[in-house]
């Protein structure tokens, strides 16, 4: 991949999370580990899994975006503006075998910080477009 776009990838990941931080409908507690370990992602969807009570989930077609073997996980983009990643723990498909303009089906969480519960790739021509 070239150098241009993982520097673009790494600057849309760093807007995402100065977003989340000045997002008015995140808990306290999650703004606070925002703004204090920007990076933990980890930590952030413990918190948010801990005051959402029961997660309800939905189903989005995404589509990939970038690749990225050195952070281990592939991006995904949904109609709605959501940015997704699928990683080596998401079940139901292997980050490594996607490919940039293939189309997902996940089903993610609706908490403050949506995951990708479960994802699935979805056939070339199948009539879920993006």
């Known amino acids: 991949m070239p150098k241009r776009i993982k520097r673009e990838i790494r600057e849309m990941l760093k807007r995402d999370i100065a977003m989340?931080?000045?997002s008015p409908?995140?808990?306290e507690p999650?703004?606070?580990?925002?703004?204090?370990?920007?990076?933990?992602?980890?930590?952030?969807?413990?918190?948010?899994?801990k005051s959402?009570?029961?997660?309800q989930t939905r189903r989005v077609t995404a589509k990939v975006i970038a690749v990225l073997p050195e952070f281990k996980q592939a991006r995904l983009d949904s109609?709605?503006?959501w940015h997704y990643a699928i990683t080596d723990k998401t079940p139901g498909i292997d980050w490594q075998c996607l490919r940039e303009?293939?189309?997902i089906e996940c089903t993610v969480t609706t908490t403050d910080l949506p995951?990708?519960?479960e994802a699935r790739l979805l056939e070339p021509n199948s009539d879920h477009t993006y």
């Open 20 to 22: 989340l931080a000045r």
């Open 25 to 27: 409908w995140l808990s």
């Open 30 to 49: 999650l703004q606070f580990i925002i703004k204090r370990h920007g990076k933990t992602m980890r930590a952030m969807q413990r918190a948010a899994d």
């Open 52 to 55: 959402g009570g029961g997660q």
């Open 79 to 81: 109609p709605d503006g």
């Open 101 to 103: 303009g293939q189309q």
């Open 115 to 117: 995951r990708v519960i």
